[in-house]
């Protein structure tokens, strides 16, 4: 399986961006679809996650300003509005894919789009 994530770049303080992540090659069923963050000196941390049946969930930093959600089976967004500084991070995208017999789910991680919000 493959991630294709961008939609990261320079903002000001208060704008908005959109990351796109699209899953592509052996893919049985994807179960989460989620994107994490890593700020400079920092750990990576959830942002926000999504089930098939669209449930999600949001770090407590989020407050309301970002919205992640699915188009078709393979890929994910997340909508970024009221940017901050502190948001400034690379943005990873992350999905779990059903083995072909739903024993487990295997883990993979897109490259990394970065996010950059300042004056």
């Known amino acids: 399986v493959q991630l294709q994530a961008s939609g990261g770049g320079l903002v000001q303080p208060g704008g908005s961006l959109r990351l796109s992540c699209a899953a592509s090659?052996?893919?049985?069923?994807?179960?989460?679809m989620a994107w994490y963050r890593r700020a400079p000196g920092r750990q990576r941390e959830l942002v926000a996650s999504i089930v098939p049946g669209g449930s999600t969930r949001y770090a407590d930093f989020v407050q309301g300003r970002f919205t992640i959600y699915r188009s078709g089976k393979n890929t994910v967004f997340l909508q970024m509005n009221e940017l901050k500084p502190d948001d400034t991070a690379v943005y990873y995208c992350y999905v779990e894919d059903w083995a072909t017999d739903y024993s487990t789910f295997h883990d993979y991680w897109g490259q990394g789009t970065l996010v950059t919000v300042s004056s």
């Open positions: 090659g052996s893919i049985n069923m994807l179960n989460t």
